[in-house]
């Protein structure tokens, strides 16, 4: 079969012949490219896979004729076929696009566990509202009843903010004078310290992302003195240790989404052999949503 193969850090990602998958396997019909991905490419992924190595790993697609969406037993998503991990096989709503279906888990898993462990969620703001898990985060935080502000970089991407619900939508530069209960934020680095004065009192911060830069630690004191929570958020160590909440909170979303309450953006969708562009779109900063690999 055909796979995206990454034989070093940096190289080119090209469609070679690959070996077929064992196990439980998924007919991928489209392969999810998340930040992660990028990260592992460029050799900065804290937990490096051995390579060669196919990138990926949550998709959508077919399995004994059932329509799916998964995540993979570990990569291997760029791929015409991929083995999946049996226990995170969710079955897709009837009106979802596989495109969709490989857009969803990740990111809103991401927004959602955070935002249902929050006792007081009444004004969020999601920074990189555009982008993968923000635009999951503003969906999710207004159908809770949030009022919600959003961050982005740039008018278009602001724009896009908006129709997936933000109230308000600012530059990254412009939330100073914002007070909220809630701060989503996948951008770390600068944009994490300056939204720590932001917070209500026992208000919180979920660090889930670090696109600008890795995060400067808040003094505990001051966090007391403010009664502000930092709280730290990893999908993928929480499906290792609490795989019940997690397929919970799936199963919570997946019914959201049959009953249109949300609907997961796919910004762009590349053919498989086109992976390298999809990569570029993203590095370049111009994606917004969830860019999607189509075998
Ligand atoms: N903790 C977890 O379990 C978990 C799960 C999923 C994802 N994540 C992390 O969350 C982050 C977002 O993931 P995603 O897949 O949803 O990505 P994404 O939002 O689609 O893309 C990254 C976003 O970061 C923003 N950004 C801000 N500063 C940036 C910079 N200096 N360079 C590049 N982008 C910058 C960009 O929006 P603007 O141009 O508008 O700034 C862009 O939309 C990533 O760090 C990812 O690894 C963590």
């Avoid at 998964?70 to 009106?95: I, K, T």
């Avoid at 989404?257 to 762009?268: C, K, R, S």
Wanted: hydrophobic content about 45%; some cysteine.
């Amino acid at each position: 079969m055909n796979a995206v193969v990454l034989r070093e850090v940096g190289g080119d990602l090209a469609l070679e012949e690959w070996e077929e998958p064992s196990g439980v396997v998924v007919d991928v019909r489209a392969a999810g490219v998340n930040f992660a991905d990028v990260l592992i490419r460029r050799g900065l992924y804290p937990q490096m896979p051995e390579l060669p190595y196919v990138l990926g790993n949550e998709v959508a697609g077919e399995l004994d004729g059932r329509r799916v969406c998964a995540w993979s037993a570990g990569g291997g998503g760029y791929a015409e076929r991929v083995e999946v991990d049996p226990a995170w096989v969710f079955e897709l709503p009837a009106a979802a696009s596989f495109a969709a279906g490989a857009a969803f888990l990740t990111t809103y898993l991401t927004a959602y566990v955070p935002l249902t462990s929050i006792v007081r969620a009444e004004s969020v703001l999601v920074h990189a509202g555009s982008g993968g898990v923000g635009s999951a985060a503003i969906q999710l935080a207004k159908h809770r009843g949030a009022f919600v502000y959003a961050t982005a970089s740039t008018d278009e991407k602001r724009e896009v903010a908006r129709r997936m619900g933000a109230d308000e939508v600012r530059g990254y530069d412009e939330i100073d004078d914002l007070r909220v209960d809630v701060v989503l934020d996948p951008v770390g680095g600068e944009t994490f310290t300056r939204s720590l004065p932001l917070l209500n009192p026992l208000g919180t911060i979920v660090a889930i992302g670090f696109t600008s830069g890795l995060w400067h630690d808040p003094s505990v004191q001051w966090l007391v003195g403010r009664n502000a929570s930092v709280f730290g958020f990893y999908l993928g160590r929480l499906l290792r240790l609490a795989p019940e909440l997690v397929r919970e909170r799936a199963d919570e979303l997946l019914s959201l989404w049959g009953e249109g309450a949300i609907d997961p953006l796919v910004g762009a969708t590349y053919p498989l052999a086109d992976a390298r562009d999809a990569h570029a779109l993203i590095e370049a900063r111009r994606h917004v949503g969830k860019v999607v690999l189509e075998p």
